[in-house]
C-alpha cells in the first residue's frame, strides 16, 4: 500500500473503513515493523496515508498514527537513536491530529515533550503533545 500502489486499493481501504473493520491499529504497528527495516519507505508511506486522508479515511490515518508512533519511536532515555525519520513522523502525525481534532496522550511522545532538549524532534513531540493534551 505504499506511494502508487494505494491508488488501487484506496476504494477498498475506504469501504472497509467506512464499514468500521479497518484494523488501523494494527496496519500501524505492522507498518513500523517495515519502516524500522526499510527507512527509505517513509516518503512514500506518509505520501500513501496523505492520500487516504484526503480522501476521507483521516480519522483512520489517525489511529493507523496511534500504532506506529509508539512502535517507531524509541522511548526517552533508551539506547535507539532519534533519526530524521522519526521527527518526519511525529510532524506528519501533528499535522494529522490537527486535521481530526485528536485527543489523548500517547506516552513516548510525552516523554520526549518533556524534555529540555532544543532539537527539532523535541520540538515536534511538544507540539503534537500540546495538540493533543489540549482542553
Not at 2 to 24: D, N, Q
Request: glycine share 10%; aromatic share 4%.
Amino acid at each position: 500500500m505504499l506511494g502508487g500502489e494505494l491508488h488501487g486499493t484506496l476504494p477498498l481501504v475506504l469501504c472497509l473503513a467506512a464499514r468500521g473493520t479497518l484494523p488501523c491499529e494494527a496496519i500501524g504497528r505492522q507498518l513500523a515493523l517495515v519502516l524500522r527495516r526499510t527507512w527509505q519507505e517513509t516518503k512514500a508511506a506518509i505520501a500513501a496515508l496523505t492520500e487516504l486522508a484526503e480522501a476521507g479515511g483521516h480519522h483512520e490515518v489517525w489511529r493507523i498514527l496511534r500504532g506506529l508512533l509508539p512502535e517507531l519511536v524509541p522511548g526517552a532515555g533508551t539506547d535507539r537513536r532519534i533519526t530524521v525519520t522519526h521527527t518526519t513522523w511525529v510532524a506528519f502525525a501533528a499535522e494529522v491530529a490537527a486535521w481530526t481534532d485528536a485527543r489523548g496522550e500517547i506516552p513516548v511522545i510525552a516523554g520526549h515533550a518533556g524534555t529540555r532538549r532544543k532539537s527539532r524532534f523535541a520540538h515536534e513531540c511538544r507540539n503534537l503533545h500540546a495538540l493533543l493534551t489540549a482542553p
